[in-house]
């Protein structure tokens, strides 16, 4: 009985072993960059910058009814830890 157990035991932890890879690698990759250049595909946008020296992402938007939009979805998706680090200056140079 003793073989069975371990060898049920072996089993056991090589399928979670091989579930935590695979939803490892599963797992899309974060950066901040990544974020902003998602920005283009869902509004229309006219530059984003990350600053090097100040901790600030600026975003211009050619609409400036698309400001909150663009707030709200940063908010949601960049990491606490990049909301805690940059101050975001959202704003329309045309409207």
Do not use: C, H
Not at 15 to 36: A, C, D, H, R, W
């Amino acid at each position: 009985m003793g073989g069975k157990r371990k060898f049920g035991a072996i089993i056991l932890a090589s399928v979670i072993v091989i579930s935590g890879v695979f939803l490892y690698l599963q797992k899309e990759p974060y950066s901040t960059e990544l974020v902003l250049n998602s920005l283009w595909e869902n509004y229309e946008v006219q530059s984003t910058q990350i600053g090097v020296t100040d901790p600030v992402i600026t975003i211009d938007v050619y609409d400036k009814n698309d400001i909150s939009e663009v707030e709200k979805f940063l908010k949601a998706n960049l990491s606490k830890d990049d909301l805690k680090k940059y101050e975001i200056e959202v704003f329309s140079r045309w409207s």
